[in-house]
């Protein structure tokens, strides 16, 4: 146990840390004292409810906020090719470029140092693991949401980088689509890369968490393996959250 964050893992190597982390914006105390140990292996879902603070805390993870105290350390986390990016975000509503298909992935690795003739090979291996090779030209903003999301992940998976960050990028998608994300993430995690998913998708998280973070209240109050928080949640606010309840403070 330390601070509010309690995990049942052993430390190894390669590990995202949060050490009594705060966050304040305008005075007001949105994260924390955020403590705990995000190791390089698996897939972690935070979940919570809404304005919990589960973006801010993937924010924090991807450098994008800066703590008003307290620590993040990234160790062991190097990309897994030396002229790639560390960190890759999906949104929940896809930011797409005004191109077709292709070109907004070719873009990305236009600019990420990429030997230009590997290139093609790459665009066309990351539209297949998206299936959408038979959409290589339509206009990016033509796909269905779907296809826009997978267009999305593909697009942050062909930089190959050491951890995904993704918040909440199937919460409107179709069962069909959410299953091909799942895919490439799985794929994702196969190839070396840390998965970090925000989710309010119960069913998702009994389906492909590793482990868990409950955050609460800009308060992490659970981490632990998957399983474990599922029979176990450690909280009366972590259950009357997976019972579908609105916790009161009494
Ligand atoms: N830039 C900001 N300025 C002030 N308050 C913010 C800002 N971003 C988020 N918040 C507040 O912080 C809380 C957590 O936000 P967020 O992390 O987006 O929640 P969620 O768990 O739904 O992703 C919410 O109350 C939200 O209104
Ligand atoms: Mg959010």
């Known amino acids: 146990m330390q601070g509010d964050c309690e995990t049942s893992m052993v430390k190894a190597d390669g590990c995202i840390e949060f050490k009594n982390v705060d966050l304040s914006i305008d005075g007001k105390l949105l994260i924390d004292n955020a ?22 805390f993937l924010r924090l993870i991807a450098g994008l906020l800066i703590p008003s105290s307290g620590e993040i350390s990234l ?3 190097t990309p897994l090719k030396n002229d790639r990016y560390c960190f890759s975000l999906v949104f929940q509503k896809p930011v797409l470029l005004r191109r077709s298909t292709f070109e907004n992935i070719t873009y990305v690795l236009r600019h990420s140092g990429v030997d230009k003739s590997a290139i093609d090979d790459l665009v066309i291996g990351a539209l297949k693991a998206a299936r959408l090779e038979h959409r290589a030209q339509t206009p990016a903003h033509n796909l269905s949401g779907g296809e826009q999301q997978r267009l999305a992940l593909a697009r942050a998976l062909v930089t190959a980088p050491c951890v995904l960050l993704l918040d909440e990028p199937t919460a409107s998608l179709d069962p069909a689509s959410t299953s091909i994300v799942e895919d490439m993430m799985s794929k994702a995690e196969a190839d070396g890369m840390k998965v970090i998913l925000v989710t309010h998708d119960i069913k998702q998280a009994k389906r492909i ?6 955050i609460h209240e800009g308060k ?16 009366p606010q972590a259950q009357a959250y997976l019972d579908g309840k609105v916790f009161i403070d009494e």
């Open 35 to 56: 403590s705990c140990q995000i190791f390089h292996q698996g897939k972690t879902l935070i979940i919570g409810a809404n304005g919990a603070g589960k973006s801010l």
């Open 75 to 77: 160790d062991h986390f």
């Open 209 to 214: 968490a590793d482990d868990i973070i409950f």
């Open 220 to 235: 992490i109050l659970a981490h632990s393996g998957a399983k474990e928080f599922f029979k176990n949640p450690g909280s």
